[in-house]
């Protein structure tokens, strides 16, 4: 997603504002700002006619970032938590529209066609991902993580290695993993 430079630059801007700094503090925040902005279109890109815009949910997800008592540590807990973010603005989208609509239907679904949550028919599925995500997360939180790093994320799997600290083929391997699980946890 971005480059060695980016890397440090995050981490050391990190540092420099937990000791005061406000022009690193201002310039960390431009810098997240661009880095969120990514992720959502990330995300976004893979959920074809999404009802928000890339800028709405960078927007949301960067309130949520900036609104928590969480002090990030550097680059890699930093994309953790804003994957996280970006899932939960999305899972509370979702929410609401199903709420607006007085309830929604659960319906069987494929993990790929789950993780397409382009549309307002698709919030109870992506209500329903949320929930196998969370029971997977309560079984494997690594796999858990690899899930919500690829797709709310949008980190390659290059990226997942480096922000978890295992090899490719160790990603390659959860994620197969991770979906056989939740297809099942979804079938049911």
């Known amino acids: 997603m ?19 700094d406000e022009a690193a503090r201002e310039a960390l925040m431009r ?12 995300s976004l890109r893979q959920m074809p006619g999404a009802t928000l815009s890339a800028t709405d949910l960078a927007h949301e997800a960067l309130l949520r970032l900036l609104g928590s008592d ?7 807990h930093f994309f953790h938590v804003a994957a996280q973010a970006t899932r939960q603005v999305l899972v509370d989208a979702a929410r609401r529209r199903l709420a607006d609509k007085r309830g929604g239907c659960a319906t069987r679904v494929e993990l790929d066609d ?9 919030d109870a ?4 991902v949320d929930a196998a995500l969370r029971d997977l997360a309560a079984n494997d939180e690594r796999r ?6 690829v797709y709310f994320g949008g980190l390659n799997r290059s990226e997942v290695a480096a922000a978890l ?24």
């Open 165 to 188: 600290d295992v090899s490719e083929g160790t990603v390659d391997r959860d994620l197969r993993l991770a979906r056989a699980w939740l297809k099942t946890a979804l079938d049911v």
């Open 2 to 20: 971005n480059g060695s430079g980016d890397n440090h630059d995050i981490t050391r801007l990190l540092a420099a504002w937990r000791c005061g």
């Open 144 to 149: 858990a993580r690899m899930v919500e790093l």
């Open 31 to 42: 810098q997240v700002y661009a880095n969120v902005r990514a992720i959502a279109a990330q």
């Open 125 to 128: 599925q992506m209500l329903r």
């Open 114 to 122: 789950a993780l397409d949550v382009a549309t307002p028919d698709s």
């Open 70 to 76: 969480l002090a990030w540590h550097d680059r890699r």
